[in-house]
């Protein structure tokens, strides 16, 4: 059995550097590339991280690298691996592939020499006949063949369904973002759990769950399961040792000002249903309310939208209607900090008011912009610091 291993944390592209900083704060070291991170760590390493990562995609084990130009070596470089580590006999492992700027360009071709390779060296392991096929009736273990400039990488799966599925989500609108996804923008956002946090367009509250498990200190995975946990060789007391201590380190007690309003006033009805499930309904309020109608007195926010977009569900005319709206309701909330995600390039035009800063993003295949509006923090009044010391 195998003690440590070399990982991988897969990512959306842009948001690779968060992954980075989240390995980092649970104090793994790391090195960030292009949509992904790589580090090691022994199960409990590999348990931690699929419960903490709010951003990544899945996590990995680096089963082999190697060079590959022909199908021979690739063949005899996957079956040289030590699979006696990692798949038992009666082991389902479908094999997907991938393969850019290399020799080896046929995917269905490598992916099929892959699983053969594999399918002969266990049948040598285990003392199977070659004409016997293997029977692949047990636990789950997805492997990925990638082949990047003749480098060839064979990984496997810890993680089973992706990490944006938290097990909150029953119910969902049109044009969802996902939840890894919501949680990497609110990382990029100024928002702390003591400042109140506004999304004008909720849809199904994903934003609003979201900050509020990194508000209350909630382990994203913490209600679901994960595929290394079927492995008859994975040490189960990771899982339950991970999951033990998340529960201590949630700080339930924390208050939290979250507010999520749409104008549809199903999708409030779908946003607090996906809250109870999380377990959040008393920490979120959902209101059906018209962005334009929005006042506040409140100071230091943040607001964070995902609005309906061109292909997102409005018309063209119905879009840049929202955008002025947005304008001319937060332009004037000084303190407050504004997040805006669209891929309409004619966005700060149609808002009124040139970002802060904008940052590149992917929400699926679609690009995306993050346009900032950073906001002027106010200072707290002599006579709020008075009641404050009192």
Request: aromatic fraction near 10%; charge should be neutral.
């Amino acid at each position: 059995m195998k003690e440590n291993f070399k990982l991988i944390a897969t990512a959306a592209a842009g948001i690779e550097a968060l992954v980075g900083r989240e390995l980092r704060d649970l104090g793994i070291d790391c090195r960030v590339e292009n949509g992904r991170a790589y580090f090691n760590g022994d199960m409990r390493t590999i348990a931690k991280t699929n419960l903490w990562l709010r951003c990544a995609d899945r996590v990995k084990i680096i089963v082999g690298e190697f060079e590959a130009k022909t199908f021979e070596e690739l063949f005899q470089g996957v079956f040289t691996l030590d699979w006696d580590n990692y798949l038992p006999l009666d082991a389902a492992f479908p094999v997907a592939g991938k393969s850019v700027r290399s020799t080896l360009y046929a995917v269905s071709d490598v992916q099929a020499i892959t699983k053969k390779a594999i399918a002969k060296r266990l049948q040598e392991i285990y003392h199977r006949p070659e004409n016997v096929p293997l029977p692949e009736t047990g636990a789950l273990y997805q492997l990925e063949v990638s082949i990047l400039k003749d480098k060839v990488t064979v990984t496997l799966d810890t993680t089973g369904d992706s990490l944006f599925k938290r097990g909150y989500r029953v119910s969902k609108g049109g044009a969802p973002i996902k939840e890894n996804m919501a949680a990497a923008i609110i990382m990029l956002t100024n928002w702390y759990p003591d400042k109140p946090f506004y999304d004008p367009t909720c849809g199904s509250g994903t934003f609003c769950i979201e900050a509020a498990l990194k508000g209350m200190n909630i382990a994203p995975g913490f209600n679901r399961e994960f595929a290394c946990e079927a492995w008859d060789w994975f040490n189960s007391e990771s899982f339950d040792e991970v999951r033990d201590e998340a529960e201590g380190l949630a700080n339930y007690d924390v208050k939290l000002d979250i507010l999520g309003c749409d104008i549809d006033g199903r999708m409030i009805e779908v946003a607090k249903h996906n809250a109870e499930e999380a377990g959040l309904s008393d920490v979120i309020t959902f209101k059906q309310m018209r962005l334009e109608d929005f006042t506040t007195t409140k100071e230091n926010g943040v607001i964070v939208s995902n609005p309906p977009y061109g292909d997102r569900l409005l018309t063209e005319e119905e879009v840049t209607k929202i955008y002025q709206a947005m304008g001319k309701v937060y332009r004037p909330l000084s303190t407050w900090s504004k997040y805006i995600l669209t891929s309409d390039l004619n966005f700060e035009k149609k808002y009124g008011e040139r970002a802060t800063k904008k940052r590149k993003l992917y929400n699926g295949a679609l690009r995306v912009d993050l346009y900032q509006y950073w906001g002027k923090r106010a200072k707290k009044s002599e006579k709020s610091l008075i009641n404050a010391e009192k």
